[in-house]
């Protein structure tokens, strides 16, 4: 059985994400508290975790900056909060989704699926010695996850791993934003296309010798973007 965690202040709320989740079979942990729930997620192995922006203790900002230094694993944060710069510096601190309340719980539990599904099919796919994907100085080795860049290795999120292979296995292909959260994310949400600019953002970062000048990762205006195959 999948375990969940909800860290989320407003035990209404937190009791009906549960409930919905444990009616589809998932083992779920609750913190009504910031500093509780970063302990839990650090201590216990999850699937998934939870996260509400404003809690007491600590935000979820910092709470979802602490977790991604030591673990890859789905993040999806809930808020009242409608601003895209909360998207954005969310997204930017590693979340792989955003929902704003009030939401649909049915909505959330689809979400929680899908991220679930996407990250087991990624870390558990079978793959051969030989899969390695090649251009340009960049090695993306899919046995062992492992990204190099001219010879030196550089870590990549889950999400931010599989954006690069999708652009270097279809090189000089155009994605627009729409197709590239359908095939990371795996679900359609107009909300949340602006998560692919921040990815792109920071995947130029890691990638890229000057990212304000990309080599690499090509802005194709007004259409998306590819992987440059010159």
């Not at 999806?76 to 309340?101: E, W």
């Not at 959260?181 to 995947?203: A, C, M, Q």
Request: hydrophobic share 40%; net charge neutral.
């Amino acid at each position: 059985m999948k375990k969940i965690l909800i860290i989320e202040d407003d035990r209404s709320i937190a009791e009906v994400e549960k409930d919905y989740l444990t009616i589809n079979n998932f083992s779920v942990d609750v913190s009504f508290d910031g500093n509780e729930g970063l302990k839990k997620a650090l201590e216990n192995n999850y699937s998934l975790i939870i996260i509400d922006l404003m809690l007491p203790g600590l935000d979820g900002f910092k709470i979802c900056k602490a977790i991604r230094k030591v673990k890859d694993i789905p993040l999806v944060m809930v808020t009242a909060k409608k601003s895209d710069i909360d998207k954005v510096r969310g997204f930017g601190l590693g979340l792989d989704d955003y929902l704003t309340k009030p939401f649909s719980p049915h909505e959330l539990v689809a979400r929680v699926k899908a991220h679930i599904s996407r990250y087991e099919a990624l870390s558990m796919k079978k793959i051969s010695d030989n899969d390695i994907i090649e251009a340009k100085g960049i090695v993306i080795n899919l046995t062992e996850h492992i990204v190099t860049v001219n010879g030196k290795e550089t870590v990549l999120t889950s999400k931010e791993f599989e954006l690069l292979r999708l652009l270097m296995e279809n090189k000089g292909k155009v994605f627009s934003k729409q197709e590239i959260f359908k095939r990371i994310w795996g679900y359609d949400s107009e909300e949340n296309i602006p998560t692919i600019t921040v990815h792109i953002r920071k995947l130029r970062e890691k990638i890229e010798f000057n990212p304000a000048e990309p080599e690499y990762v090509k802005t194709v205006w007004g259409v998306g973007y590819k992987f440059d195959r010159t």
